[in-house]
Structures are given as structure tokens and as C-alpha cells.
């Protein structure tokens, strides 16, 4: 009974996993888009409309979120192909 809780445990952290990065960067990315384009009329021309202020704030911080979480990811492959472990902290990289 013991292994299968575990099995169970160590499912949920992947499916948690999954739904953060499977799901959630590309509707964090997404919510990014709709926050530039709040405020534009059906007929207008995208190069006439000017995002409002306060969306395109909350459109970079969306981005920046995507953007840390790949650079985190690829920091995380190419560490350990250089026999590094990242760590929460500084310094972000140490030796295994």
C-alpha cells in the first residue's frame, strides 16, 4: 500500500508540473496578447491602436514571467550537461 502512495504522490507532482508549464506559460503568454490588444475596436487597424497604459504594464509582466521560466529551463538543461546543479539563490549555478 505504501509503494502505491508514493505512486500516487510522485503522479501528482508531474501532472502539477505539467499544468504549470504545459498549460500555464502558454495562457500566461496568451493573457499577455489579450492585455495589448485591450481597448481596440472591431474595425480598427492594428497599427492605429495605442494599448493602454496599464495592460501593456500587466502584457510585459506576463512576458517577462514566460521569458524567466525558459531562460530557467535552459539554464537547468545546460547545467547539468556542464555537470552543474542550479539552486534557489546566489550563486544560481554549483558544482554537484
Known amino acids: 500500500m505504501n509503494i502505491f502512495l508514493n505512486l500516487l504522490e510522485g503522479a501528482w507532482h508531474v501532472l502539477l508540473a505539467g499544468l504549470i508549464l504545459g498549460a500555464g506559460l502558454p495562457a500566461l503568454f496568451a493573457l499577455g496578447i489579450r492585455a495589448l490588444s485591450y481597448g481596440a475596436d472591431d474595425g480598427q487597424k492594428d497599427s492605429d491602436h495605442k494599448p493602454h497604459p496599464g495592460m501593456r ?34 550563486p544560481l549555478f554549483v558544482r554537484e
Open 57 to 90: 504594464v500587466l502584457a510585459y509582466a506576463c512576458f517577462a514571467v514566460v521569458l524567466a521560466a525558459i531562460g530557467l529551463g535552459i539554464g537547468v538543461i545546460v547545467a547539468g550537461g556542464f555537470g552543474l546543479e542550479v539552486q534557489l539563490g546566489w
